[in-house]
């Protein structure tokens, strides 16, 4: 694998994320929106809901296969520590919301007593736990709560890149970054700018990365 791509995201990787994240955001919506529904359209609309589920769990499975095969860009060798143990961190539990999520709506759904129609295509048979409707509700009830967490922190990671997007442009605003495009270090500094008044003179100490810019590969 050349050094230009293990430093960005193959085109697979983004497909999967983009995927995914737009599939999770929609199915979100699918049951917030079912909630508030009569039955019988309530349970049609549910349906739609533990199909998009799982549906979102093979695409994530699928993706720790490609994760596991080619190789991850590191982060930013800009971040502090703090900043790139929260990112992995929070990597982390998206993953573990993916496969969690979908493989608790489908326990409870077996206590139910119930199977998973995906599309009228086939119908995933509930797992052989037996039924108790009680425990059912409590794992409904903790899929809820972890579904709401699961988006805020798409929200947090949606500012976290718009974040770091803004503080590049601003330190360097004569690049256009893009995440995600093969990027190198170079050691010039920005170019200077045209000050007025005596006494002012360019403060390069402003600079994040102590006078380290970032440059579009060629």
Partial sequence: MSETHARRYSKGAMLFHWTIAILVIMNWQIAERAGSLEMPLKAE??????????????????????????RVPPLPADLARWEAALARTVHTIFYVLL??????????????????????????????????????????????????????????????QAYFLRSQRRYFPHVALRQGAGLRRTTKKPPPVTW??????????????GGVTYQKKL
């Fill in 45 to 70: 609309v549910f349906g739609y809901h533990k199909a998009w589920g799982m549906v979102i769990l093979a695409l994530t499975l699928g993706r720790l296969a490609w994760r596991f095969t080619h």
């Fill in 99 to 160: 496969i969690g999520l979908p493989l608790g709506g489908w326990l409870a759904n077996s206590l139910a007593g119930r199977t998973i129609d995906v599309f009228g295509l086939f119908t995933i048979p509930a797992l052989p736990v037996g039924e108790n409707g009680d425990l059912a509700g409590q794992i409904f009830d903790a899929h809820a709560l972890g579904g709401s967490i699961f988006i805020a922190l798409i929200g947090l990671h949606i500012l976290a």
């Fill in 196 to 209: 007025r008044g005596p006494d002012c003179r360019p403060d390069y100490s402003r600079n994040p990365l």
